[in-house]
Nanobody, 125 residues
Framework: QVQLVESGGGLVQAGGSLRLSCAAS????????MGWFRQAPGKEREFVAH????????YYADSVKGRFTISRDNAKNTVYLKMNSLKPEDTAVYYC??????????????????WGQGTQVTVSS
């Protein structure tokens, strides 16, 4: 099982940008597709973005499409989430997750096998 550690969260004004990173342990990172989710207080965990094992295919939630970009560097065992044009409603704890079997439900938390501890993103208005 891969171990995941997120970083890069913080406080930013509306319209600003942040880049989140998720570092994975082990030598099998490239065998996992990866996803980003977020969870705001009192709300369910929400899908944000997914990237295939090679990085050649990506998928986004409608709420972030055109503003967020998911990418990965398999040589560095890291997946990224670049967030532009941030809005107060993007405020949440952001989690990365590893998807070993890619069963098709990439927007559902149960698809994923390993999770990081999360990093807080706060967008002020």
């Amino acid at each position: 099982q891969v171990q995941l550690v997120e970083s890069g969260g913080g406080l930013v004004q509306a319209g600003g940008s942040l880049r989140l990173s998720c570092a994975a342990s082990g030598r099998t990172f490239s065998s996992y597709a990866m996803g980003w989710f977020r969870q705001a207080p009192g709300k369910e965990r929400e899908f944000v973005a997914h990237i295939s094992r090679s990085g050649g295919s990506t998928y986004y939630a409608d709420s972030v499409k055109g503003r967020f970009t998911i990418s990965r560097d398999n040589a560095k065992n890291t997946v990224y989430l670049k967030m532009n044009s941030l809005k107060p409603e993007d405020t949440a704890v952001y989690y990365c997750a590893a998807d070993k079997y890619v069963l098709g439900n990439v927007d559902r938390p149960h698809e994923y096998d390993s999770w990081g501890q999360g990093t807080q993103v706060t967008v002020s208005s």
